[in-house]
């Protein structure tokens, strides 16, 4: 196929485009910065330099490309806030989806997040709603999610993976990563994009972790995949006072005391439907993907 991948250059594009190359597919990548088109390049693929906010410049990116697919990693995580996160989700994926049905293109690829179903005990599988009902400010989470979504579904074919927590290279859960400056730091630091992790606490909250590299290979896959959403996460959803000692000591940064105390949506997420799908994540278990050569 010929992909045209929105946000190339992030975490999950870095080890996406790689992929997509060697599997034979040509690739062309967006980016917003000089070192993100050359490290395009440099990877294999062509490289737009794009806002995703002006229309027009999307539309025109995605018909000069004229792709099989597009696959959405557009965020809003770097520098950014929450709001901006929200302001990508809604008005990056309508773009998007206006500039795919322009031109013919009938497969998308989203990134979405596993953190959005309503409240629970046990891990969310797809069948779970969204927590549309949440007060704010995690309405504003929840809405955005839901808007790209919504959007993504207007194409034929439509994979929206809603990823676990990143970990591994140029996330925020690695050695030398933003958890680590903010554990090290008592909380939020001099980074905008640490106020994303101003709750982080040793608690009863659950979480569901997926290595970075393990993401992209199931993207890669779900170009394939018929349409629908899929959970890609590990195998292990655990709670903060399990996993966050056990990243402190990966990252060599001092670790909060142990509490109690969750949100009712703090649930995890399970990967049963991925697994049927073929998907086998690499590294099935934060326990040991923490303190691997690759986390």
Request: proline share 6%; with cysteine.
């Amino acid at each position: 196929m010929h992909v045209f991948v929105a946000g190339a250059a992030g975490a999950i594009g870095c080890c996406l485009v790689p992929l997509l190359v060697e599997a034979g597919h040509q690739v062309t990548g967006t980016s917003r910065t000089d070192s993100g088109l050359d490290r395009l390049r440099a990877q294999g693929a062509g490289a737009v330099r794009l806002d995703a906010f002006d229309a027009e410049a999307v539309a025109r990116a995605v018909a000069e490309a004229a792709p099989d697919a597009i696959v959405h990693q557009l965020t809003a995580l770097n520098g950014g806030t929450s709001a901006d996160n929200g302001r990508i989700r809604r008005i990056g994926t309508r773009n998007l989806v206006d500039a795919a049905k322009r031109v013919g293109v009938r497969r998308v690829v989203a990134q979405s997040i596993a953190w959005a179903y309503e409240a629970g005990d046990a891990p969310a599988t797809e069948d779970t709603p969204l927590d549309v009902t949440a007060p704010a400010p995690r309405s504003g989470v929840v809405g955005g999610v839901q808007a790209l979504e919504e959007a993504v579904a207007e194409l034929d074919e439509h994979v929206v993976l809603r990823y676990g927590l990143f970990y591994g290279p140029r996330t925020w859960y690695r050695p030398g990563g933003l958890v680590a400056d903010v554990l090290r730091n008592g909380g939020p630091t001099d980074d905008p994009a640490s106020v994303f992790l101003s709750g982080l606490a040793a608690d009863a909250a659950v979480s569901s972790f997926v290595h970075v590299e393990d993401a992209a290979e199931a993207t890669v896959a779900a170009l394939r995949w018929p349409s629908g959403t899929v959970n890609i996460v590990d195998d292990e959803p655990a709670p903060a006072r399990e996993w966050l000692p056990a990243l402190a000591a990966a990252v060599e940064a001092p670790a909060p005391a142990p509490t109690d105390g969750r949100a009712g949506w703090q649930r995890g997420a399970d990967n049963g439907l991925a697994r049927s799908l073929g998907w086998r994540p690499r590294h099935t278990t934060w326990r040991t993907g923490f303190g691997s050569s690759g986390g």
